[in-house]
């Protein structure tokens, strides 16, 4: 059970904050799973933004090198993705997933709209 909040619509230039919350999630089985971005623009294929694995190790889609910021508090239960200098091709519909073992899990996503 993955809740995703934080999108919206924003001016290019923007920047927006996701958050992917696992509250039904124990710590011991949070901590060490991979947390993962992916987004869906209309007609494609869903595509990797950006992962973060328990040790806090990083990779990034080279379409938001340098724009996105992935992050992650266990404590929380909570990946986050700061996303700024936004364009129109970023707008999307984005997914957190959770991978533990290659046991996958799905939020529902949420609308980025990047439009003026």
């Known amino acids: 059970h993955l809740e995703e909040s934080g999108g919206g619509l924003v001016q290019p230039g923007g920047s927006l904050r996701l958050s992917c919350r696992a509250p039904r999630t124990i710590l011991s089985v949070f901590s060490p799973s991979v947390m993962g971005w992916y987004r869906q623009a209309p007609g494609k294929e869903r595509d990797l933004v950006a992962v973060?694995?328990?040790?806090?190790?990083?990779n990034y889609a080279d379409s938001v090198k340098g724009r996105f910021i992935i992050s992650r508090d266990n404590s929380r239960r909570t990946v986050y993705l700061q996303m700024n200098d936004l364009a129109p091709d970023d707008t999307a519909i984005y997914y957190c997933?959770?991978?533990?073992?290659?046991?996958?899990?799905w939020g529902q996503g949420t609308q980025v709209t990047v439009s003026s």
């Open positions: 997933n959770r991978n533990l073992g290659g046991q996958e899990f």
């Open positions: 973060i694995a328990g040790d806090g190790s990083t």
